[in-house]
């Protein structure tokens, strides 16, 4: 939130950091909506991941996953240029290197600029344009003991006004391994009470591949105009076995084999237009994004020792048309007036094909359901921002059409049509040398998926089963928060305080079917409030070792189903990273060895029908520069808690869960820069 602060991330004297807060630049008008943070052109960064240049950001974590998370909230949208990626988040921070960052942007609480949707926050990656003729970038590969390979290059050419930009990205092998141990009580099903346990384990991998290109023009020193493709075909996998032991005598014991697969082909392609104005902030942004996938294809295989099972097969097609125009205009005395409007279309066909086998093999029942939805999504939105004495303001708002049809054979047609306006206010002032602060309000929305509004059931597994709801009406938010931000000599710290409503909260309900099925379907259970806050700090404890550790605490109430029924209940848990980080001295030219050691802890906490165990992880890693351009880094992962615990508590149905990991993990990576070196 802080337009203009000293670096954040606090080095020694004689070492260069890789990030620090954009202060003032000539070429860029500032919005207090956001903190903005420089990636610095150094080989240590340069060869850094995104994700390693995240680690340590104020109001960012890390979890022992690789999800990134603002204000412990998991539900972030992440941007490139301001455009949203799509597909496997964790793949493209993997895969997005330091040396092609010029800034990243964390948005806590976004202004009407951005789409309403989405409530977890914003964080944008301002990607670096190659400005001299030559060829720059990075490669990397990475080895995990599981039996996975990672690979990711980013290769740039420069000539005259062109510019050509390729990345390959891939992935091959084993990616998870666990155990799992489930205890299943029915309490009133069709034969009475009913206990088993379930005893299980498995593997995944499978391999993904993606190939994008850009070519860039420069038709003037101040307008670029590129087209970009991209081509990705995923095939994963996973197989597993499990047994089941009756606990009562109504349940017959067995033993089943699994598999899933899923097969997947998307294409994009983009059209873009960044015009610089003559006058320093001033820029104008236009592009339209296609994106297709001829096919995405799942499928469920199950087999029983007694020759019994299913197979279930759903099909997926999808295409999305996006376009987006944003003008930004600075006025005299640092007033800024952002305009935009954006579009956003999308074609789903989704299919589903169920299959029933009897002891012995022979068909036992049958069903196959198809569906069809359309959505648009039309917005214009407005900012302002100016000074008013010792204060910036910021006022905005985004007006949005939202239009949706969704047909299937024998079942009712569902549409919905809403025009929604979506304010928002941004406030920031100096109180004094070291302390800032910022005030902000805005209105969020999330609307359900097609998949949540799926007019029929889909069977996951032989005793789990998924409803969609075609009655699931939009969840709201109205978000304020208020950032302190402190900054002296070493240490610079923050607090983010925030309360938000949700109204029509989004919770999955379970409940049993005749045939002791456990269905879960999406629910609107109610409203809840979220009051909460983040503190960070960021020092150096003695030379080349420097701390950073946040804590997110959440007071909640929330519904939560009980035996007297569905009433609000206040819930407080928090949780906790911390950061070591050492740095060694300069080789000869070369970065000098780094070392990181991380800490996560979450509390538990539930909801609506669900309670979460707590769980505490470690991750260390150390990279050593074997020369100026060339480092390999090992991480081992999954140290601490190995198990992952919930608890369902549904009227009519109990299930204690825990998933055990593998056990500690080590990844190698080798990262490349190429070109000249830094």
Do not use: C
């Not at 294409?267 to 104005?277: F, Q, Y």
């Not at 029924?565 to 980080?581: C, E, H, M, N, Q």
Request: charged share 25%; proline share 6%.
């Amino acid at each position: 939130m802080l337009s203009a602060a000293p670096p954040v991330i606090v080095a020694p004297a004689s070492e260069e950091p890789m990030i620090e807060v954009v202060g003032s630049r000539p070429d860029q008008a500032l919005k207090i909506d956001r903190r903005t943070y420089r990636v610095r052109e150094t080989p240590r960064s340069v060869q850094a991941d995104s994700l390693q240049l995240l680690r340590g950001l104020p109001a960012v974590t890390i979890s022992p996953d690789d999800r990134v998370m603002l204000l412990g909230n998991p539900n972030v949208t992440l941007m490139t240029d301001g455009v949203p990626v799509r597909g496997d988040a964790v793949q493209f921070l993997r895969g997005l290197r330091g040396g092609d960052i010029e800034r990243i942007e964390i948005i806590t609480n976004p202004s009407a600029e951005y789409p309403a949707a989405g409530t977890g926050g914003i964080i944008n990656f301002v990607l670096r344009k190659p400005t001299q003729d030559g060829t720059s970038g990075s490669a990397s590969l990475e080895a995990s003991s599981l039996g996975g390979l990672n690979g990711n290059a980013s290769i740039k050419v420069r000539k005259g006004r062109w510019t050509l930009e390729l990345q390959p990205q891939g992935r091959i092998g084993l990616q998870d391994r666990s155990r799992y141990e489930k205890l299943r009580t029915i309490l009133d099903g069709p034969d009475g009470l009913v206990a088993d346990r379930e005893t299980g384990r498995g593997r995944s991998g499978g391999g993904f591949g993606m190939l994008d290109g850009k070519l860039s023009y420069d038709l003037d020193p101040r307008t670029t105009v590129s087209v970009e493709l991209s081509e990705g075909l995923v095939r994963d996998s996973s197989r597993g076995s499990a047994d089941f032991l009756g606990l009562t005598p109504n349940f017959r014991s067995f033993s089943q084999r699994q598999r899933n697969r899923t097969d997947v082909r998307f294409t994009t392609g983009s059209l873009a237009l960044d015009h610089k104005g003559r006058k320093d902030g001033e820029t104008l942004k236009g592009h339209v994004n296609l994106f297709g996938n001829p096919y995405a294809n799942e499928s469920t295989d199950i087999r029983t020792d007694d020759g019994g099972g299913l197979s279930v097969r759903t099909g997926n097609r999808n295409r999305f048309l996006e376009s987006q125009v944003d003008w930004q205009h600075p006025l005299s005395g640092k007033r800024i007036l952002s305009l935009g409007a954006s579009d956003f279309r999308e074609h789903s066909r989704r299919s589903y094909d169920f299959v029933g086998f009897a002891p012995g093999g022979a068909v036992q029942g049958a069903a196959s359901d198809r569906f069809s939805g359309l959505q648009n999504t039309a917005a214009v939105y407005l900012t302002f921002q100016q000074p008013l004495g010792s204060l910036t303001v910021m006022p905005g708002f985004r007006l949005e059409r939202f239009d949706r049809r969704v047909t299937s054979p024998g079942a009712p047609t569902v549409e919905v049509h809403r025009t929604s306006l979506f304010p928002s206010f941004h406030l920031d002032r100096a109180l004094g040398k070291w302390w800032n602060l910022s005030l902000s309000y805005s209105r969020r929305i999330d609307r359900p998926s097609f998949d949540w509004v799926r007019p029929y059931v889909i069977i996951n597994d032989l005793f789990n089963a998924q409803q969609g709801n075609p009655g699931l009406r939009d969840q709201i938010n109205d978000n304020v928060e208020a950032n302190f931000h402190y900054h002296r000599k070493s240490i610079d710290a923050g607090v983010i305080v925030y309360d938000r409503l949700t109204r029509r909260l989004w919770s999955v309900g379970y409940q049993t079917a005749p045939d002791g099925i456990v269905i879960n379907q999406p629910v609107n259970s109610g409203h809840k409030t979220d009051r909460g806050a983040e503190f960070d700090v960021n020092l150096p404890l003695v030379k080349r070792v420097k701390a950073n550790a946040s804590v997110n605490l959440f007071d909640s109430r929330t519904p939560v189903v009980t035996p007297l029924g569905t009433i609000p209940v206040r819930i407080f848990r928090y949780t906790a990273t911390s950061t070591l980080d050492w740095t060694g001295p300069d080789r000869r030219g070369r970065p000098g060895d780094s070392a990181q050691l991380q800490v996560d802890y979450q509390s538990p906490w539930r909801q609506y029908q669900l309670r979460y165990g707590s769980y505490l992880s470690l991750t260390t890693s150390y990279t050593h520069s074997l020369s100026k351009t060339l480092a390999v880094t090992a991480q081992l992962k999954n140290l601490g808690s190995l198990h992952n615990r919930h608890r369902l508590l549904a009227p009519d149905v109990q299930e204690d869960y825990d998933r055990r990991l593998p056990g500690p993990e080590l990844r190698i990576k080798l990262a490349k820069t190429l070109g000249p070196a830094k």
